[in-house]
C-alpha cells in the first residue's frame, strides 16, 4: 500500500530504506514517544504566558555556590518592590499599574534589535519621528535594493527550471521507457 504512494521525487532505494525504518521496532517505539512529547508541548501552550514581572525574577534566579558579579543588592530590591505592588493592586479596586513598569521605567531595549534600540525609538522610526543617529533600521539605496532583487529573482528561477526539468524528464521515463531524455 504504501509503494503505491511514493512521492515522485523519492527514489526507489531511498523508498525502501525509508519503508525499513519505518518498520523497525525502536523507531515505532520512537515515533510513540514524540508523539506523547507533542501532545505535552501543546497542552503547555494552552497555559498564560508569564508576566514581565514573572520573567524579571525567572531570568534572575541564583544557582547556590555558583560566584557572581557583586551587585546583586539592586536586582533584589527591584524584585521586592514589583512584588509588593502587585500585592496592593490585589487587593484593591484602583487602576492597576504594571508593576514591571513602575519600578523600571518604559524605557527598555528590545531584543534582537541591539543594545542602543527601545521601544520608543521604535515608534519613532515606525511614525517617522526619528532623530538623526538614533534610527532602528538601517535605509538601503534604491538601486542597491533593486540588484540584489533582480540577483535573488534570478537564483530562484534557475533553481525552479532545473527542479521543473529534472521532474519532467522523470515522467517522461515513466511513461514510456523507450526514450533516454535527459535533463
Not at 519503508?19 to 506523547?36: E, G, H, Q, S
Not at 493592586?89 to 534582537?112: I, K, M, S
Not at 526619528?130 to 532583487?149: C, H, I, R
Not at 533582480?150 to 530562484?156: F, G, P, R, S, W
Request: glycine fraction near 4%; aromatic fraction near 6%.
Amino acid at each position: 500500500m504504501r509503494w503505491k504512494n511514493r512521492p515522485i521525487d523519492v527514489s526507489t532505494e531511498h523508498f525502501k530504506w525509508l519503508l525499513k525504518k519505518w518498520d523497525d521496532p525502536k523507531d515505532k517505539d520512537r515515533a510513540k514517544v514524540n508523539a506523547l512529547n507533542r501532545a505535552k508541548k501543546n497542552a503547555n501552550e494552552d497555559k498564560k504566558k508569564p508576566t514581565r514581572v514573572e520573567m524579571f525574577k525567572a531570568t534572575r534566579k541564583r544557582v547556590i555556590g555558583r560566584v557572581y558579579k557583586p551587585p546583586i543588592e539592586d536586582t533584589q530590591n527591584k524584585i521586592v518592590q514589583m512584588e509588593t505592588l502587585q500585592s496592593q493592586q490585589c487587593g484593591e479596586n484602583v487602576e492597576t499599574v504594571d508593576p514591571f513598569v513602575a519600578v523600571l521605567g518604559n524605557e527598555h531595549r528590545v531584543r534582537l534589535y541591539g543594545r542602543r534600540v527601545t521601544s520608543s525609538s521604535i515608534r519613532k522610526t515606525s511614525s517617522g519621528n526619528e532623530s538623526e543617529g538614533n534610527s532602528a533600521f538601517v535605509n538601503v539605496p534604491d538601486g542597491l535594493l533593486q540588484k540584489l532583487t533582480a540577483q535573488v529573482t534570478e537564483q530562484v528561477t534557475v533553481v525552479l527550471v532545473d527542479k521543473f526539468s529534472l521532474t519532467m524528464a522523470y515522467h517522461l521515463k515513466q511513461i514510456s521507457p523507450q526514450y533516454n531524455v535527459d535533463p
